[in-house]
């Protein structure tokens, strides 16, 4: 089989550890590393979630600590949503393990020179990690074939009514990425909203009983009873998209386009401005993927899931 290799970049993060749970199943998948990044909550509790998912997963990938900080901001964490520890208080106990010496940003373009341009960068999280490495490295864009990413939005937002998350914690290192020339695709609250999950469809998670989809329960479980707080039919599963839609993009609609960062604006800082409703008449520098088929992006989750035995 034809394995292409794979960093998750990522800010563990309840829906982060279900899209690593997820990975970690993904059989076309070679995971080289895991990278971590200030977001939902401090790096150093990033790094601490993203290694209770290694543990879960039971594969020994190494784990790449990153970004304290946005690249000219101050950071921004999402407690209400994920909680002080950014697993909403869920327990998950292993033994502790050493961080890697090497920084995030530069493992990027270690593994990216290794695996001769074939490397996909699944980003997650607020993309600090990556604004680094094309910064620091002339030739980053030649060593990595593409990045996937969880973030922005063609129409709203989740921080506020212009600006995803991940794009406004960091929107100058977002810009940086969607101007860098390496192809950029974007699954933002356009498609992730569409792949939610129903209560009934977690339950069967939970009968599947094993210690990795009882983790997945509970994580995802804690931002299901926010989602139907919020009157939405099921919680949006925003960083396994990404991760689905990297491994096979069949089941999800793209369209090439152009995508830029507001990086100024007072109320629309943070807004992924693209030409997908519009006159077309930017450089097409990224794809965005805008619809899923929700019960076959819900099938493919459990059967991953499944695997766990
Ligand atoms: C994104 O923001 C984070 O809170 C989630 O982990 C996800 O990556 C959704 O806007
Ligand atoms: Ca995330």
Redesign the pocket.
């Given at each position: 089989m034809n394995r292409f290799p794979v960093i998750i970049d990522c800010?563990p993060?309840v829906?982060?550890v279900a899209a690593l749970l997820l990975a970690r199943q993904i059989e076309t998948m070679d995971l080289k590393a895991i990278t971590t990044v200030s977001?939902?909550v401090e790096v150093e509790k990033t790094t601490a979630n993203a290694k209770k998912a290694r543990h879960a997963m039971g594969i020994d990938v190494p784990i790449f600590a990153g970004a304290k900080k946005p690249m000219f901001r101050e950071a921004k964490h999402?407690y209400h949503?994920?909680g002080e520890d950014g697993l909403s208080g869920v327990v998950y106990e292993c033994p502790d393990s050493p961080t890697e010496e090497e920084k995030a940003w530069d493992a990027m373009y270690r593994i990216g020179k290794e695996s001769g341009g074939e490397l996909t960068i699944v980003a997650?999280?607020p993309m600090t990690n990556l604004g680094l490495a094309i910064a620091k490295y002339n030739d980053f864009a030649s060593v990595v074939k593409r990045v996937v990413i969880?973030g922005g939005a063609a129409i709203g937002g989740?921080v506020t009514p212009c600006a995803?998350?991940?794009i406004y914690a960091d929107p100058e290192a977002a810009d940086i990425l969607f101007q860098s020339g390496i192809p950029v695709y974007m699954c933002g609250l356009d498609v992730t909203m569409k792949a939610y999950m129903t209560r009934d469809e977690l339950e069967e998670i939970k009968g599947m009983n094993t210690p990795q989809t009882d983790f997945f329960y509970d994580v995802t479980n804690e931002g299901l009873i926010k989602y139907i707080g919020f009157g939405h039919p099921g919680v949006a599963m925003?960083?396994p998209v990404a991760v689905l839609y990297a491994a096979d993009d069949s089941i999800f609609k793209t369209e090439h386009v152009g995508i830029r960062v507001e990086t100024k604006g007072e109320l629309t800082l943070g807004k992924t401005v693209t030409d997908l409703y519009s006159d077309k008449q930017w450089e097409h520098n990224a794809y965005i993927v805008t619809d899923v088929d929700r019960e076959a992006f819900i099938a493919k989750v459990k059967e991953l899931m499944a695997k766990y035995k």
């Open positions: 800010d993060g829906d982060d977001g939902n999402a949503f994920h997650v999280g969880m989740n995803e998350f991940n925003h960083d």
